[in-house]
């Protein structure tokens, strides 16, 4: 069974920086793209930036110039480091991911979510 695990979530000043990392397991063929979405309070959760299997990146522009996503297919694994967080930044963060798997029907795409992990940006 595939499974996203999130790590790196904390309170931070504002100015400061984090970095979150999200590790897949279980059996995967192929990484087609890994990425970051956000929820504050009372909002909709939204894309904060994802990296597909080429390496191209796609950012929120409210995060452009401060956080970088990096990945590595091979393993499973993509991080957001964030730097000069500002107390917007403040919400829940979800890995997702979409995987390319070999099933007994065939290969299937499918889109996983992990669990979040809680960014707070306060003095």
């Known amino acids: 069974q595939v499974q996203l695990v999130e790590s790196g979530g904390g309170l931070v000043q504002p100015g400061g920086s984090l970095r979150l990392s999200c590790a897949a397991s279980?059996?995967?063929?192929?990484?087609?793209?890994m990425g970051w979405y956000r929820q504050a309070p009372g909002k909709q959760r939204e894309l904060v930036a994802r990296?597909?299997?080429?390496?191209?990146?796609d950012y929120a522009e409210s995060v452009k110039g401060r956080f970088t996503i990096s990945g590595d297919n091979a393993r499973k694994t993509v991080n957001l480091q964030m730097n000069s967080l500002k107390a917007e930044d403040t919400a829940v963060y979800y890995c997702?991911?979409?995987?390319?798997?070999?099933?007994?029907?065939?290969?299937?795409?499918?889109?996983?979510w992990g669990q979040g992990t809680q960014v707070t940006v306060s003095s």
């Open positions: 997702n991911a979409w995987f390319m798997l070999n099933t007994r029907r065939g290969y299937e795409s499918a889109e996983y």
């Open positions: 279980g059996s995967i063929f192929r990484v087609d793209m």
């Open positions: 990296i597909t299997q080429d390496g191209t990146t």
